[in-house]
């Protein structure tokens, strides 16, 4: 009841608040509309055949990520794309496939950046310098990169620290997660040019540098 008195007051009345409040209050209490019985009936077959589809997707999802999971462990290059931060079955799967799996299709680091569309565009024009994101880029690819990228924000120390950089040059969220996605696509071509799983120090060697130094100044 103090309740109700309390949302008539904040709504602005200010006669009668207890009469008006045991009002609703009855009201509320008393028995409400409800559906005729086929309307019922109908509502809940909709609702037991929603289940029944979510049900069987769930566990279609199941059976194709094991299948999935199977097939791409299979690949030779399955193990150095699992070492990547922020790469699972999925992502690690989609990566792989719109890349391709052709160790000679990219000349270096710079050709696959540019394939994938994570290297910024940049225009001048005098004094001013403007730098870009691509528009013309495989969207399929791009979406899984961004989504790389955002994975490995809590699983590599130096992908946090390259996109809080980022961001305190003024760039967005977006725009921060790009430049980190540019900078994995080259940590992974040369991870798989050399063939050798991901290296944390070696992914980042300026920041190990950074830490090395603060651990110097800390003795």
């Given at each position: 009841m103090t309740q109700i008195e309390a949302v008539l007051r904040a709504a602005g009345r200010q006669r009668d608040l207890r009469a008006t409040a045991e009002a609703i209050s009855a009201a509320l209490r008393t028995e409400q509309l409800t559906a005729l019985p086929l309307v019922a009936q109908a509502f809940g077959a909709t609702v037991a055949a929603h289940v029944a589809v979510t049900a069987e997707l769930i566990r279609q999802t199941a059976s194709l990520q094991a299948q999935l999971t199977a097939s791409f462990e299979q690949h030779p290059s399955?193990?150095?794309?699992?070492?990547?931060?922020?790469?699972?079955?999925?992502?690690?799967?989609?990566?792989?496939?719109?890349?391709?799996?052709?160790?000679?299709?990219?000349?270096?680091?710079k050709a696959r950046k540019n394939y994938?569309?994570?290297?910024?565009?940049?225009r001048a024009s005098g004094k001013s310098?403007?730098?870009?994101?691509?528009?013309?880029?495989?969207?399929?690819?791009?979406?899984?990169l961004y989504q790389w990228a955002?994975?490995?924000?809590?699983?590599?120390?130096?992908?946090?620290?390259?996109y809080d950089a980022q961001r305190a040059r003024g760039a967005t969220h977006h725009a921060a997660l790009r430049a980190l996605a540019n900078r994995l696509v080259g940590i992974l071509h040369g991870c798989l040019r050399h063939g050798t799983v991901y290296?944390?120090?070696?992914?980042?060697?300026?920041?190990?540098?950074t830490i090395n130094q603060d651990q110097d100044v800390a003795a």
């Amino acid at each position: 009841m103090t309740q109700i008195e309390a949302v008539l007051r904040a709504a602005g009345r200010q006669r009668d608040l207890r009469a008006t409040a045991e009002a609703i209050s009855a009201a509320l209490r008393t028995e409400q509309l409800t559906a005729l019985p086929l309307v019922a009936q109908a509502f809940g077959a909709t609702v037991a055949a929603h289940v029944a589809v979510t049900a069987e997707l769930i566990r279609q999802t199941a059976s194709l990520q094991a299948q999935l999971t199977a097939s791409f462990e299979q690949h030779p290059s399955a193990e150095i794309l699992r070492s990547l931060p922020g790469l699972g079955v999925v992502l690690g799967a989609r990566v792989l496939a719109d890349f391709g799996d052709d160790p000679h299709r990219y000349a270096d680091a710079k050709a696959r950046k540019n394939y994938a569309g994570t290297a910024p565009i940049t225009r001048a024009s005098g004094k001013s310098r403007v730098v870009l994101a691509r528009y013309a880029r495989d969207r399929r690819l791009a979406d899984a990169l961004y989504q790389w990228a955002f994975s490995a924000l809590t699983r590599s120390p130096g992908a946090r620290e390259l996109y809080d950089a980022q961001r305190a040059r003024g760039a967005t969220h977006h725009a921060a997660l790009r430049a980190l996605a540019n900078r994995l696509v080259g940590i992974l071509h040369g991870c798989l040019r050399h063939g050798t799983v991901y290296n944390e120090a070696t992914a980042w060697p300026q920041r190990n540098v950074t830490i090395n130094q603060d651990q110097d100044v800390a003795a």
